[in-house]
């Protein structure tokens, strides 16, 4: 390794690099991702990568995903990563949002050169899940489309039978036209939502504020994990 560094670094410079790596065995699973995902910017000027990911693996399954901007050069313009916000069950679908970019958020025009873009699954901080999850469909809700996005409020109940931990509630918002994601959030409960409680819950979508809310519909999912 010291002899790449040598090679990369010159005092004179005012900005150097250097090589580093880690050696692992393969890995690899089957995740599929949204071929075309929604991309903007939202009120704030956050960008946005919002898509879906399938596993078609027998384990449930927390994909780690990068996503890649590239101009008609090859070029990157920008790096976004995140993980999907729920483990996947098998041959199930959940919504993901990669934001947190760089030079596309703080200056302006730097995505106007993007041409193409790549979302890929990095298999070594992919993560499999050995607890039991329970999806919880006892909720009602309200969305309202306002200056900023959508904002999401409503009220669950744990009728699964067990004392739940790490409750997520995830907003997807999606196209009537074509079925396709538009926008998700997400936000968790962080208190331990006890078996027959209930719990008031609210989820900001800081959306594209073009879209008429005619054009989409909301839809939630909501999950938990059993207390052993």
Known sequence: MWDVFEEVFDPDASLWFFYDARQTDPIAFDI???DAPWMYFDYYGGFHMAGEAYNAEDV?????????????????LDVAK???????????????????????????GMFDPTTE???????????????????????TFEAVQDDYGISVTGNVINDSGFDLENVIV??????????????????????DLLD???????????????INPDEYTVY?????DVIE
């Open 196 to 210: 027959a409680s209930n719990v008031d819950f609210e989820v900001d979508v800081y959306s594209d504020l073009s």
């Open 170 to 191: 995830v907003v997807s918002v999606v196209e009537n036209a074509t079925d396709l994601l538009f926008f998700t959030a997400n936000t968790w409960l962080y208190d």
């Open 82 to 108: 995140d993980t999907v916000p729920v483990y996947i069950l098998p041959e199930g679908i959940a919504p993901f949002d990669l934001t947190f970019w760089g030079p596309v958020e703080m200056e302006e």
């Open 117 to 139: 873009w790549f979302i890929y699954v990095d298999y070594y901080w992919t993560w499999e899940s050995y607890n039991e999850s329970v999806f919880l469909n006892n909720f």
């Open 32 to 34: 599929s991702i949204t």
């Open 60 to 76: 449930p399954l927390k994909p780690y995903l990068v996503g890649v901007l590239y101009d008609a050069e090859g070029n990157i």
């Open 220 to 224: 939630l999912m909501i999950v938990g």
